[in-house]
């Protein structure tokens, strides 16, 4: 069992930034990587970011490329997503997310195994 706790949610103007993190916890020793997603009121959960276990594969939605960099520390078991040039549609509850693999990367929020809380992120106009 993974264990993961989102936090840096909040509510920035449009054109600002924020600082996301994902601490995981339990069964850390174990190779996985991991994802962010988004869901908007009345809208379906949305792939925003993946990374490999290594940090050497990211991938990127295209609404969110050139804006987002999501990276990992894994000696202190932590995922970080900045988010920088928000805009108001960027409003969402971001989940962080958890696969174990040694290589592989899913993008889909279905092939995820271990999900955190969400945090909320608030883009004013």
């Known amino acids: 069992q993974v264990q993961l706790v989102e936090s840096g949610g909040g509510l920035v103007q449009a054109g600002g930034s924020l600082r996301l993190s994902c601490a995981a916890s339990g069964r850390t020793s174990s190779r996985y990587a991991m994802g962010w997603f988004r869901q908007a009121p009345g809208k379906e959960r949305e792939f925003v970011t993946a990374?490999?276990?290594?940090?050497?594969?990211?991938y990127y939605a295209d609404s969110v490329k050139g804006r987002f960099t999501i990276s990992r520390a894994n000696a202190r078991n932590t995922v970080h997503l900045q988010m920088n040039s928000l805009k108001p549609e960027d409003t969402a509850l971001y989940y962080c997310?958890?696969?174990?693999?040694?290589?592989?990367?899913?993008?889909?929020?279905?092939?995820?195994?271990?999900w955190g809380q969400g945090t909320q992120v608030t883009v004013s106009s």
């Open positions: 997310a958890a696969y174990l693999a040694s290589d592989y990367v899913p993008l889909r929020a279905a092939a995820f195994e271990y």
């Open positions: 990374i490999s276990w290594t940090g050497g594969s990211t």
